[in-house]
């Protein structure tokens, strides 16, 4: 396998510390950037998210011209606190309401590309406990300075905040050394040179995000992994090391849920591309037991893998951005 | 005075629409660790948002502590401080990230005083936005070495290498709005140890308690009669030791602290402390021993100081209740040296010293316009002479 990428287009997010640079290519180059972050039930985290990047990447340096919050039906404040802070807030529901409505990350980021009008833009989660806005101009540093450049990922030290106030210092990225990246040695070993292919910060072109299908649920960062890989190749991607990422713990078993939903994306990829072929359909339902009253009960999770088509095969988008 | 002070309340929504940047100060100072004696990360951060901001100079003094400097228009009036310390009570592999909610910041050490340090280097940018330039060059000191056992080195030696007069300086701390204080005790902190050498199996049920050996310290001291006049009390903070439920202490610790508006006073109740510990030392058998580790000389302004005087009409101005009590701060060191001080609180809060602690960001703005409005009423004249 040749590394020669991983070499090449991996950055350190210190090489884009000057943000003024970055604002004066962005300027030269026409370019507008927008900011999406996909919420359910985020109110201890959004508003320093918010915060933080309108403090520093919007009034400090103008690099972002959008921050959007796109939201699942919170039931906590989540919608609230990031409308008094300033962001523009959507309720995935309401974005394109004439077609059916689903609900996950992946329909949130999908949507986020009809109500955003920016060339390029940036997705990041709203549980970031340690943001910082490197998490920001770091992914669109190599887009705005590195003409090959369409699509940028995230990768770093992923220390977990337990419940009693501690940082555990190791421990993350199971999914990804469990799940991923065996099925990319396996399938596709060039792929495994991107350190954390689940990363949920990225940034890219649009014209890359909407060609595109999106899952509506986790599987989204596998699919639109392997999606841009296919149609484009390695070089258009980058990926950025930005340190740390302090994040909520989740147990075993929603990183069981997970790595479901990551499993059966991967095979209908590879089933797609003709790698595999698969002899019969394979299950929805994740099966997990619980130990309740001396009895093991059954705890079905279904997931239909519901993939959202290329945004830009939909009408409403199409008339919006005057595609003909 | 009377155009500042009218202007102040149209401050407050001024500094209010720049939240963001006031916010991201406070969390970005206030997110990385500095236990008292570590405090070189905090530092450097409090620095680049200083650099950040364009400050005319910054840099560290030779003890380390941050300073920036906007240069005033005259060449001749003195400097004016602010200053903030920088070090918390909390060790650093507390996680120290903060959760903001509508009207709130949580997390350790924004009290005490992340929020002082961060609402610090966010004057800069406050004055742009206020359009404010001042006669005196405005030193923006972020103090090491505050709490506890750092005995306030950092302003000590800020303050003993500062070659020029000083116009006139504010402290600033993260709680109560309202706050004001002019005035220090004279103070003694000190530590009493007690430790009884391990024992063997065969005497361990005959051996002194070392707990009980300070609970007789504590009672001793209690018996002690204090003044009225000068006010004198001694405060016991805080008590550790003993292994477990079922084995004899072997180690105890009390910490206190002597408070007295007369230095003497201290002097001569840390005396009689001493004089305790020597002889319950003497008649337990055990080692015993009292520990200085910080002291404070008795220092004030007066009530009716100009300086007193405008910090309160700037809080009627404001509608702030003021609240006034001595401090045992940076104040002190600044009252000693001669040069007009105050502390001001900026906000109000919860739980001051815990994991949990929780700041009001409403009140905050407030809180800044009554410091803004004491800067410029300092750079008006008002100490001077």
């Known amino acids: ?324 | 005075m009377e155009t500042y002070l009218d202007k102040l309340p149209s401050f407050v929504d001024a500094i209010k629409s720049i939240k963001e940047t006031i916010i991201a100060n406070i969390v970005f100072i206030g997110q990385v660790p500095a236990p008292t004696f570590n405090e070189k990360r905090r530092t450097s951060v409090f620095m680049d948002r200083l650099a950040e901001a364009q400050v005319d100079e910054c840099s560290t003094d030779g003890y380390r502590n941050p300073i920036a400097i906007i240069r005033g228009t005259s060449q001749t009036k003195p400097p004016i401080f602010v200053v903030a310390h920088l070090d918390t009570p909390f060790d650093a592999d507390i996680d120290h990230n903060f959760t903001i909610k509508e009207n709130s910041i949580k997390g350790p050490g924004i009290l005490d005083n992340s929020l002082g340090a961060g609402v610090l280097a966010s004057l800069p940018e406050i004055f742009r936005k206020l359009n404010l330039c001042f006669e005196s060059d405005i030193v923006l000191a972020g103090v090491i070495q505050s709490m506890g056992k750092g005995n306030l080195r950092g302003i000590r030696h800020l303050l003993k290498t500062w070659a020029t007069p000083i116009r006139g300086a504010v402290c600033v701390e993260g709680v109560d709005l309202g706050r004001i204080n002019y005035y220090s005790y004279g103070m003694i902190r000190g530590e009493i140890d007690c430790n009884i050498p391990a024992a063997k199996e065969w005497e361990h049920q005959f051996k002194p308690n070392a707990i009980l050996i300070l609970n007789e310290v504590i009672n001793q001291i209690l018996q002690l009669r204090l003044p009225q006049r000068p006010r004198s009390r001694v405060i016991i903070g805080k008590i550790s030791g003993g292994f477990k439920h079922g084995t004899i202490a072997y180690d105890a610790k009390l910490c206190f602290e002597i408070q007295s508006d007369s230095d003497k006073m201290v002097k001569a109740i840390h005396n009689n402390i001493k004089d305790i510990v020597d002889g319950i030392g003497h008649e337990s058998g055990v080692v015993l021993k009292i520990r200085t580790i910080s002291n404070l000389r008795a220092s004030k302004l007066k009530y009716d100081h100009p300086l007193v005087k405008s910090a309160l009409a700037i809080m009627e101005k404001l509608d702030i209740q003021p609240i006034n009590d001595p401090s045992e701060s940076e104040l002190s060191i600044f009252l000693s040296n001669n040069i007009p001080a105050l502390t001001l609180g900026i906000t109000n809060g919860e739980n001051y010293h815990l994991k949990n602690a929780s700041m009001e960001i409403e009140a905050m703005f407030k809180g800044i316009a009554q410091l803004i409005g004491v800067i410029m009423a300092i750079d008006s004249g008002i100490c001077d002479g």
């Open chain 1, 1 to 324: 396998m040749d590394n020669n990428w991983l070499k090449k287009n991996t950055f350190h997010h210190s090489e884009f510390k000057d943000i003024s640079r970055l604002v004066e290519e962005k300027i030269r180059k026409n370019l507008t950037i927008a900011l999406c972050l996909p919420t359910l039930n985020e109110e201890k985290t959004i508003a320093k998210e918010i915060i933080i990047i309108k403090s520093e990447l919007m009034t400090r340096y103008p690099l972002i011209d959008e921050l959007v919050v796109v939201d699942s039906g919170s039931t906590d404040n989540t919608r609230k606190i990031a409308r008094e802070y300033g962001a523009e807030v959507y309720k995935a529901t309401d974005i394109l309401p004439d077609i059916e409505a689903f609900k996950g990350k992946g329909e949130n980021l999908w949507k986020a590309l009809y109500i955003t009008n920016s060339d390029i833009i940036v997705y990041l989660d709203a549980d970031i406990k340690n943001i910082h806005h490197r998490f920001v101009y770091a992914l669109v540093g190599p887009l705005i300075l590195f003409d090959n450049i369409k699509f940028s990922k995230a990768f770093y030290d992923r220390p977990i905040a337990t419940g009693t106030s501690k940082i555990r210092p190791t421990g993350g990225g199971r999914v990804t050394e469990l799940v991923i990246r065996p099925l990319l040695s396996l399938f596709f070993p060039e792929l495994t040179q991107i350190m954390q292919p689940l990363s949920g910060e990225y940034a890219g072109y649009r014209e890359v995000f909407e060609k595109i299908p999106f899952p509506v649920g986790y599987g989204v960062e596998t699919s639109m992994l392997l999606d841009i890989y296919e149609k484009w190749g390695l070089d258009v991607i980058a990926q950025v090391d930005l340190d740390r990422r302090v994040h909520r713990n989740q147990d075993t078993k929603a990183l069981g849920k997970m790595a479901f939903v990551i499993l059966k994306t991967f095979c209908n990829r590879i089933e797609k591309l003709g790698i595999v072929n698969l002899n019969k359909e394979i299950f929805d339902e994740m099966i997990q037991y619980n130990f309740v009253r001396n009895k093991y009960e059954p705890d079905i999770f279904k997931i239909k893998g519901v993939e959202r088509p290329p945004i830009i095969e939909i009408s409403e988008y199409r008339k919006k951005f005057n595609i003909m």
